[in-house]
């Protein structure tokens, strides 16, 4: 993990980096590394045009990034989008997320979605664009390995790293 580069950009006004480079590096140490072999930086910033963009993956396919956040809000859209429940997360519907539901989401679900975005779909395109998992193929990726992660007891002192329970 000592090669994944991290990088943090202050946000602006009242926008808060949920989550940190420690929280990523246990999320990375959970997962087999043939997974993650790709990433070469994790940046943390503040481009998230609104409240539209969580996180994404660079045209390279190598780095990762998060955008800063205001320090409150609800995730109900994103869920929606992606068929998933707010409670699966520790949060519920139609109310603001509670802190730790927020990192959970962040951490399980956009985290692990953009580490599918580095997993090659068809070595043999020409187009660098189509040798990747797009959308739906990512998204399957972060629910099947989120299902997986929180199907055992992860012993840590936050609880973030847990389904809530």
Wanted: with cysteine; aromatic share 12%; charged share 30%.
């Amino acid at each position: 993990m000592s090669r994944i580069q991290f990088s943090i950009v202050p946000p602006k006004g009242d926008r808060v980096h949920h989550i940190n480079q420690a929280d990523v590096e246990v999320v990375l140490s959970r997962l087999p590394e043939v997974l993650w072999r790709r990433l070469r930086g994790v940046h943390f910033n503040d481009r998230a045009w609104g409240n539209r963009v969580l996180g994404y993956v660079n045209r390279g396919r190598h780095d990762v990034a998060f955008c800063a956040l205001p320090p409150s809000f609800s995730l109900n859209r994103c869920c929606r989008k992606h068929r998933l429940s707010p409670a699966e997360f520790g949060a519920e519907f139609g109310r603001k997320w509670p802190k730790l539901a927020i990192r959970r989401f962040l951490l399980y679900d956009v985290l692990l979605h953009e580490i599918g975005h580095l997993q090659v779909y068809d070595e043999r395109r020409r187009s660098r664009r189509l040798r990747f998992y797009h959308e739906k193929l990512a998204q399957e990726f972060a629910d099947c390995w989120r299902r997986r992660l929180w199907a055992v007891q992860f012993n840590h002192a936050d609880p973030v790293h847990n389904a809530p329970g």
